[in-house]
């Protein structure tokens, strides 16, 4: 990088806070994602404050280099390794948090992570009811730009849903706020749609290419204390399917749904069964694992009945096996993929999302496919909002094993074309979505269109929408 831009960016920041060090960038050049090709950026910036950032993306302008947001690095599908030459802003030093007790609403900065945040909401009795499996590093704003979702999303959807309103500094430098706060005389965050269109879903599931996210302010409630954990077990996928559909409909809140087929279910609790104390049992072709949470103990107590009732009706048994999902629920900042790590395994991931009643789909998909290609892999998911069910197959490979790699990557693109044409869609457009996407042309010139008319001179994460985005 241009020793000129560079001294610019120490201008803004400091001395300690630019690289261009080799040995520093080598951080910079991967994320947690597994079987994605490095990039070394040209150097890393990290602002203090949203002004910074500002400043930061005008000398960025000016000189038309690439930028790449990134703030905890955790996500696992290549979205944050940088463009070659590219600058990084690494965001871990926004770290302001405001809670709004009345409005029942906090504001976090850009480097606040899920665990951080709940620990404080938790001295007030609160909390932010979505916990990804990587709450320990995920950021709140990296998990807006990919919209992640986690435990808590059976009952209340994705991240996005919780969101109220956003900082955000667009390429040219330019501050907005969106939602309530637009207006700056509001008490705090209370309303998303505010002032017209949604600009906030904008930024949603964007993975940074229409501007850096600097605050978000989200929607938190009352901590729950009271929960029911049971196992309901099922002969067939459509039985499972059903229960799950019923209990959403007569408002049984779960907080966490998650259907396992049976080979499944003995694959994970042979990697996490003991550390659960899950006792050895005989499991049926399907088991819902099922974390029901309320405010009052009465509200339990008969969302509890239902829930057995309805499993009845629909052909099932109830397990009464309440380890599993108490483990599950338990290890909540940490549980999802961690247990694909137990035997040092390498994997690649496909989140999507599917409908509860379409949840054997992708079972029927995915294992036609993993012999096909000969490779090893599982996949688990979780209900994931109002209708919608969140799955996230898993490719396991051996890292010292190229052809082995190579594989797993074969399969990982296959099986994106065929879950596509199951009706199955991502939360965010990764590059390996968007290689299976064949019929959503105007759709996809229409983001390419506001790209433009964002982001002219295509600063912001080159790369990371290929199709939008002209050159990959
Ligand atoms: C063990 C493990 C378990 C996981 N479990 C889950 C899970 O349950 N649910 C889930 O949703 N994800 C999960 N993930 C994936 C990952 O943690 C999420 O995608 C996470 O939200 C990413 O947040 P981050 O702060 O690490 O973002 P990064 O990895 O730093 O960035 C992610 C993307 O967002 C962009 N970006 C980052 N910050 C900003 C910003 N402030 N403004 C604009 N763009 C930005 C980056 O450029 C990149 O494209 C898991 C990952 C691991 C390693």
Known sequence: MDNVVVQKLIAIVGEDYVSTRQDVLLAYSTSASMSYDTVLPDAVVLPQSTEQVSEILKVATQYKIPVTPRSGGSSLQGEVIPKEGALVIDLLRLTEIEVFPDLRSVTVGAGINFGKLDKLLNKQDLWLPVYPGSSLTATIAGNVAVNGSGFGSSQFGCIGELVLGLEVVLPNGEIIQTGSEANPNAPGPFLRYAF??????????????????????????????????????????????????????????????????????????????????????????????MVIGRIREDQLESDRAEAQRICVEEGGHVIGIAELPKGEWDDRMRELARSSY???????????????????????????????????????????????????????????????????????????????????????????????????????????????????????????????????
Request: charged content about 25%.
């Open 196 to 289: 017209g269109p949604d600009i906030t879903g904008l930024f949603i599931g964007s993975l940074g290419v229409f501007g850096i996210i600097t605050k978000v302010s989200l929607k938190i409630f009352k901590r729950m204390h009271h929960f029911d954990y049971n196992t309901y077990g099922f002969n067939t996928p459509q039985e499972a399917e059903k229960f799950v559909i019923q209990c959403k409909e007569n408002e049984i809140s779960p907080v966490w749904i998650a259907i396992y087929e049976g080979r499944i279910l003995d694959f994970f609790l042979e990697m996490v069964g003991e550390e659960y104390g899950v006792p050895k049992y005989e499991w049926p072709p399907i088991t819902v694992s």
């Open 342 to 472: 137990v035997h040092g395994w390498h994997w690649r991931i496909l989140y999507h999302h599917v409908t509860p009643s379409q949840w054997h789909r992708t079972i029927e998909e995915m294992w036609p496919l993993f012999d096909e290609f000969g490779v090893l892999g599982h996949t688990a998911g979780f209900q994931s909002d109002h209708s919608s069910y969140n799955y996230y197959p898993q490719i396991f490979f051996d890292p010292q094993d190229a052809e082995d790699e190579s594989k797993a990557k074969a399969a990982h693109k296959e099986l994106v074309k065929r879950l596509f044409k199951t009706g199955a869609v991502p939360f965010k457009l990764a590059p390996y979505w968007v290689d299976g996407i064949t019929e959503m042309e105007p759709y996809l010139n229409f983001l390419k269109d506001l790209k433009e008319a964002i982001d002219p001179n295509g600063i912001m994460s080159p790369g990371t929408i290929p199709g939008i985005e002209g050159e990959d």
